[in-house]
């Protein structure tokens, strides 16, 4: 029975950088016996990745699993690819949906080998440093520090939460492997040879930007305060559709972005980086001891990656 694997992330790991890396050379792995399959036609997410997969198992939405399933299990009989691999981070919350999982292992059961799971861990700080500023840049978290308090917290227990949800499944069947140690040694050519022995091009790397991004939209930046000042004015959440509609129509978004010369962009850049590694250090020092509380019950070497010390990887089980 074919093979699958399913990377699922975690985020912030180059897990972007990856996926496009793969659909890039998907003729290239299924010339290898790879399938990287696919989404379906009427994808929500995009097709880089396999986002709805997840999602309908999240929305019990079996009958399209089943169908999506069944299809990519032809087609990698038709290309006689022996191994199938998906990504999504989306697959890091299913220990938000134990029984949505199990359902899913079923029905996955009928066209596969059970499934394994492979996972990359950053250190907790990094982690939720990376994920608060993608809430920043999206306009889902202000810059005060008392506003996003508690959700720092929630991220730097994320990885955790996942880890010992996968761990709890199928230890065995459950790979995790250090963003640290992979970074170190050319994280998506590294990944992908851990996941299934396959050698990526390096000049097709080299094309992919893995590096920390910095805001790119200052207009961006400023008008988070903007919405969240307007919400808690009006008693809403800051994404609410009435704040949004009313910042657009009061707001010239391409005035406030020509606003600023190159040099005070980069000034007010290096700002945003600033203050969000700050906030993130004080939520971790706050609440140290309830990160410490969530590594108790892991395997050295993963407490180690989460906490920022270097570990040796270990090999994926047959």
């Not at 009928?110 to 950053?122: A, G, L, M, Q, W």
């Not at 391409?254 to 962009?265: H, Y």
């Not at 850049?269 to 001891?289: G, K, N, Y």
């Amino acid at each position: 029975m074919t093979a699958l694997i399913f990377h699922g992330g975690h985020y912030k790991t180059g897990t972007t950088s990856l996926q496009h890396a793969l659909r890039a050379g998907e003729g290239l792995l299924a010339g290898a016996g790879i399938l990287y399959p696919r989404g379906l036609p009427d994808a929500q997410f995009s097709d880089v990745q396999h986002a709805d997969l997840v999602t309908d198992c999240f929305a019990g939405k079996w009958d399209r699993v089943e169908r999506y399933l069944d299809r990519v299990a032809a087609e990698a009989k038709h290309r006689n690819c022996g191994t199938v691999l998906l990504s999504s981070e989306l697959a890091t919350s299913f220990h938000r949906f134990p029984d949505a999982f199990r359902r899913w292992l079923e029905i996955a059961a009928r066209h596969f080998e059970t499934p394994r799971y492979v996972f990359v861990v950053r250190d907790a700080p990094g982690y939720a440093r990376s994920m608060y500023r993608e809430l920043v840049k999206s306009g889902r978290a202000s810059f005060h520090y008392d506003l996003v308090r508690d959700e720092i917290a929630r991220l730097l227990l994320e990885q955790q939460s996942s880890i010992a949800f996968f761990r709890g499944w199928e230890e065995g069947r459950t790979t995790f492997l250090s963003y640290q140690e992979l970074a170190a040694s050319g994280l998506v050519e590294t990944l992908v040879k851990r996941m299934v022995g396959y050698e990526v091009d390096p000049a097709l790397v080299r094309l992919l930007n893995t590096s920390e991004k910095k805001a790119q939209n200052i207009a961006a930046l400023l008008l988070n305060d903007v919405y969240a000042l307007v919400g808690a004015a009006r008693g809403l959440d800051p994404l609410a559709n009435e704040v949004q509609a009313a910042v657009k129509e009061k707001v010239k978004r391409g005035r406030l972005k020509r606003a600023f010369d190159e040099a005070f962009a980069a000034e007010i850049e290096q700002a945003f980086l600033d203050v969000t590694d700050a906030h993130v250090r004080r939520a971790f020092d706050e609440r140290s001891s309830a990160v410490e509380a969530s590594l108790a019950a892991m395997p050295p070497e993963i407490a180690a990656w989460l906490r920022g010390a270097p570990a040796e990887a270990r090999a994926i089980p047959a």
